[in-house]
């Protein structure tokens, strides 16, 4: 399972990061997420309460902070945020003029960006 490797990964940077900075535990840690990133949120989350529960790291809370789908028109040299539902209606055009573009610059991301420590 995907998402669970991803959970038990974050969940070594953790401790790898309380133990750097000497801290007692981590409260919460901070992730971004984007829709192409291949990772569901909804899995990512159950997947991580089941391995943080029987690990050493139970205090700590993840956060998911959606990010969202942007892709650059190179008529408008804009950026533009995707709308729609990546389940399929999700259209990868400019916002602006409406042209399709594939020069996706964010939404593939998953990220820890920053961990509460105690
Ligand atoms: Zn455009």
């Known amino acids: 399972m995907h998402e669970l490797s991803i959970a038990l990964s974050l969940i070594e940077l953790a401790r790898a990061e309380l133990k750097k ?62 709308s729609g539902n990546f389940g399929g209606s999700l259209r990868f055009v400019c916002g602006y003029c409406g042209q399709a573009t594939g020069d996706v610059r964010s939404g593939a991301d998953l990220d820890l960006v920053s961990m509460e420590i105690d």
């Open 21 to 82: 900075n000497g801290g007692s535990k981590v409260l919460a840690l901070n992730v971004k997420l984007g829709p192409l990133s291949g990772v569901v949120k909804e899995a990512l989350l159950a997947a991580y309460d089941l391995a943080v529960s029987e690990s050493d790291m139970s205090a700590a809370v993840l956060n998911v902070e959606d990010v969202p789908v942007t892709v650059f028109c190179s008529e408008c040299k804009k950026i533009s945020t995707l």
